[in-house]
């Protein structure tokens, strides 16, 4: 039984990945950092000696709050958040306790630099279909809430990615781009290094959807089906990222919880045949 004002590894991992997921505030000392540099998903680091000054900037939020083994550091600086009017736990047992549950990290590694307002910047090209929706769903669901997604002209990305300081994907000839058989998708799982079953059957509908192998995945035809009448719908590319958010949350939940569901059409007792 958590204590009051506490949250489990197994509660805060159902909730990752979804709409519904709290920012996660990460307040571990420096040295604890530098041992073992991976967080969590969807998480942000801040220092728990200045929280007096920073907390009111969750007011009204949901937080769940981090550190090395879920004591007094997460405790005081979620207590000060609630002070300031934000609804916020600490993580029972910590980020040692996250890690040995196995639940999921992201290495930092490839993790962009983010702006003065704490966002990352990412650019790609107009017009997206599959994994142009697909990775900035990803990033926003596990790696960053905030992150800024800009369509511009294939001709124009890299310069804009240069002027404008964004990092550019699904492009050729940069480092988040396909791979082999992988797609942009595939490789950022892979480099953030974020596998759970879910994502990892999520990635192959998004594989058979953008390479045209839909024999892959039996949802991959629905997905493509999907992402090419919602292109149509919107002439706004950000519009039609706002409307794909609820597609993509729906084959997560699916790829979560839900594959061993079937559905047929129920015949009502002594009916005809």
């Known amino acids: 039984?958590?204590?009051?004002?506490?949250?489990?590894?197994?509660?805060?991992?159902?909730?990752?990945?979804?709409?519904?997921?709290?920012?996660?505030?990460?307040?571990?000392?420096?040295?604890?950092?530098?041992?073992?540099?991976?967080?969590?998903?969807?998480?942000?680091?801040?220092?728990?000696?200045?929280?007096?000054?920073?907390?009111?900037?969750?007011?009204?939020?949901?937080?769940?709050?981090?550190?090395?083994?879920?004591?007094?550091?997460?405790?005081?600086?979620?207590?000060?958040?609630?002070?300031?009017?934000?609804?916020?736990?600490?993580?029972?047992?910590?980020?040692?306790?996250?890690?040995?549950?196995?639940?999921?990290?992201?290495?930092?590694?490839?993790?962009?630099?983010?702006?003065?307002?704490?966002?990352?910047?990412?650019?790609?090209?107009?017009?997206?279909?599959?994994?142009?929706?697909?990775?900035?769903w990803l990033i926003r669901r596990f790696v960053d809430p905030a992150a800024v997604f800009l369509f511009v002209a294939p001709a124009d990305v890299l310069d804009v990615a240069d002027r404008f300081g964004a990092t550019p994907f699904d492009i050729e000839n940069t480092f988040w781009s396909h791979r082999g058989d992988l797609c942009t998708f595939d490789i950022m799982l892979a480099e953030f290094g974020l596998r759970t079953p879910a994502l990892d059957r999520l990635a192959t509908i998004v594989r058979g959807a953008d390479t045209a192998r839909l024999d892959i995945a039996p949802q991959a035809a629905g997905l493509l089906a999907a992402s090419l009448g919602l292109s149509r719908m919107y002439r706004d590319d950000l519009a039609q990222l706002e409307a794909s958010m609820n597609l993509y949350d729906a084959f997560y939940r699916w790829s979560r919880d839900a594959t061993g569901e079937t559905h047929n059409w129920p015949t009502p007792a002594g009916a005809a045949a």
Request: proline letters at 8%.
């Open 1 to 136: 039984m958590p204590m009051p004002d506490t949250i489990t590894v197994s509660q805060l991992v159902r909730l990752l990945g979804t709409p519904d997921a709290p920012i996660v505030i990460d307040v571990r000392i420096d040295q604890d950092v530098a041992a073992d540099p991976r967080v969590l998903p969807v998480s942000i680091r801040r220092s728990h000696r200045d929280v007096a000054g920073w907390a009111a900037d969750f007011a009204g939020k949901q937080t769940v709050v981090v550190c090395q083994r879920g004591a007094k550091l997460s405790q005081g600086t979620a207590a000060w958040l609630r002070h300031h009017g934000a609804r916020s736990e600490n993580l029972e047992g910590g980020f040692e306790a996250w890690v040995a549950a196995k639940a999921p990290l992201i290495r930092p590694d490839h993790v962009p630099r983010a702006d003065a307002q704490g966002r990352t910047l990412w650019v790609t090209r107009a017009r997206p279909k599959i994994d142009r929706i697909a990775c900035p």
